[in-house]
């Protein structure tokens, strides 16, 4: 399925919302540390990250948040997201990265990168996944490239559950349960100059990689110390 939703992901994204609205209800998040989410630091608009196989909680880390768009693909599954996103009061901007040069129409990848730079211009939040596309864990240069585009930070986030189903898929996808302990942590704000070069938004994208398994280990160890 391409652009747009029809039915049968209409009707997915209304139950998938209803069980993550589930999750989020009966799961114990442990206390945010105070000041350490992005719209309690600033008013500022900005690019929160996290990995393709661990967004399943990030409306439970954006909780607070406002004027949030969400991106998602032009695939069944990314229709499915906007049906969830919708639901959930954020805007949807469609579309996906890609590393092929003759996919990048199909992919709506350029429209979609300015629809993201102009949504943070004018004071929208942005939530994407970090990795490239099909390659799990290995953060590509997208969000980079907008936060030099725009001056916007970067945050990067994990959002996890002791309750879950780990799957052995591309992208190491986590599945969410109700009844468990939660963790959201966030990290400091990162900026990208103007003037960096592709082997400095390269070393960028190293650090976001670095940082967000960082803090997806730290976020399972503060649960396990809960036990």
Known sequence: MRFGTGQSASFAGRA????????????????AIPGARPWER????????TWHGQQMLSLA????????????????????VASVVERAGFRVIRGSGTQSPLKIKAKRAIPAFFE??????????????????????????????????TGRPIYLFAAVTSARIDLDNW???SIALPF???????????YVRKAADER???LIALEIASQLDELHVTAHRLLDRRR
Do not use: N
């Open 16 to 31: 998938l919302h209803r069980y993550l609205d589930f999750v989020r209800r009966t799961t114990r998040f442990k206390p």
């Open 42 to 49: 600033s008013r500022d608009p900005f690019i929160a990250l």
């Open 61 to 80: 880390a954006l909780d607070g948040a406002a004027e949030v768009a969400i991106l998602a693909s032009l695939h069944f599954d990314g229709a499915v």
């Open 116 to 149: 993201m730079r102009e949504a943070l211009r004018a004071g929208t939040s942005l939530l994407l996944t970090a990795d490239v596309p099909k390659i799990a864990r290995v953060a590509g240069r997208g969000a980079v490239q907008l936060a030099r585009a």
């Open 171 to 173: 992208d190491r996808a």
């Open 180 to 190: 468990g302990r939660g963790c959201v942590l966030w990290s400091e704000p990162l």
């Open 200 to 202: 400095e938004m390269g």
